[in-house]
């Protein structure tokens, strides 16, 4: 079945113990990207990758790193949470960029404490 | 600066009506624009998109969407609203590389 996971789907951590957000899809697609979606915010872009090795920052990096080392995996992580990275947080793909349908995974609830 | 606005936080219908969910846009060029659907404790779908053409485009689950140029919008629509249809629906605009999206219009449908 096609589809993009991400593991875990909820995690509760502390200030500043670092964690890792997987994301991975089995459509061979190029494009992947990470959101975080907030109450009155929707949803915005934190980085996206084109493809392996090539990624770059959306509108919220601040905090965040990511790394595409193989096509189908793109990690997020979080060298030192705070607070303020308390979200949901979304993994999508797509074929060839963000004019193909985006292909989303389930969610990731994080909670920084 | 590209960006896209849904001036309702909830739409309420009852089943059988139709309903419209709204979205306006700004960019500069043509428009890409998209909407996506998140039902509870889950991702989010794609609905439908306009690219180019038709001002009408149909899409999932029985719905359309108009573009409308001279008023900057891309309301989504259904000529028959479903209780199954509850749900918080997203309208995006293509910022290459990237999407922006608004901040999404919870949709009620009571039976």
């Known amino acids: 079945e096609a589809q993009v996971t991400q593991n875990p789907r909820y995690l509760i951590t502390v200030t500043g113990k670092k964690l890792t957000v997987t994301c991975s899809q089995n459509m061979n697609h190029e494009y992947m990207s990470w959101y975080r979606q907030d109450p009155g915010l929707g949803l915005r872009q934190i980085y996206y990758?084109?493809?392996?090795?090539?990624?770059d920052k959306g509108d919220v990096p601040e905090g965040y790193k990511v790394s595409r080392k193989e096509k189908r995996n793109f990690p997020l992580i979080l060298e030192s949470p705070s607070p303020n990275q308390t979200s949901l947080y979304f993994c999508?793909?797509?074929?060839?960029?963000?004019?193909?349908?985006?292909?989303f995974g389930p969610g990731t609830r994080l909670t920084v404490l | 600066a590209q960006s896209v606005a849904q001036p309702e936080d909830q739409v309420n219908v009852a089943e059988g009506n139709p309903l419209t969910v709204k979205c306006t846009y700004s960019v500069s060029g043509n428009p890409y624009l998209f909407w996506y659907v998140q039902y509870p404790n889950r991702g989010l779908q794609f609905l439908l998109k306009y690219i180019t053409g038709d001002n009408l485009v149909k899409g999932s689950y029985g719905f359309e969407a108009e573009f409308n140029k001279s008023q900057t919008s891309f309301h989504l629509k259904k000529p028959s609203a479903l209780v199954s249809d509850s749900a918080l629906y997203f309208c995006a605009v293509r910022a290459a590389p990237k999407l922006i999206f608004g901040q999404g219009t919870t949709l009620q449908v009571k039976p």
């Open positions: 999508a793909s797509s074929l060839g960029g963000v004019t193909d349908t985006q292909y």
């Open positions: 990758s084109m493809n392996v090795e090539v990624t």
